[in-house]
């Protein structure tokens, strides 16, 4: 079964759209891109790698795909990520908290489109989208049932979600 984001964002600027998926990790948000993409690790920190307490981005090898830093990320599949930052030269810039909330600031709509065609469940993927398009700056959630709840800021979707 396809794993979908607990709650999503989009957010339209001059320059960008923001897209943000919770409860998504690094890798299933890596890998909605094309794995060819060219790839720049800006930031990184973690724990559970080889001896160190704490591992940052001058610990790891350089990548220069996103397959390269995706299939790094398999094979340590113990490292715990706490911050990833990165740069996708032409496509934009994607970052992660705690291994579970992508953050995605996009240079085309096409692009943060693309993501939610991946991401959206498939029977509410249209209806969904629409809210997302209709509702910017808005933290949605959508349910089993197709159920959509707006919140107008993360600290609403964490009170009324943990």
Known sequence: ??????VYLYNETNDEVELYLGEFSTIQGLVLFDLESEFRLISFGATCYKNFDWVTE???PEFSSIREIVSFL??????SIVDFESELPGLGSFSTHDDGECHFKLKSKHSALSILQQV??????????NQLLNNQKFYITCDNSGNVRK????????SKNT
């Open 1 to 6: 079964m396809k794993m979908k984001p607990s």
């Open 58 to 60: 001058k610990e790891l």
């Open 74 to 79: 398999k094979k340590e599949s113990d490292i």
């Open 120 to 129: 959206a469940p498939e029977k509410y993927r249209d209806m969904l989208i």
């Open 151 to 158: 919140f107008g800021c993360f600290d609403d979707y964490l």
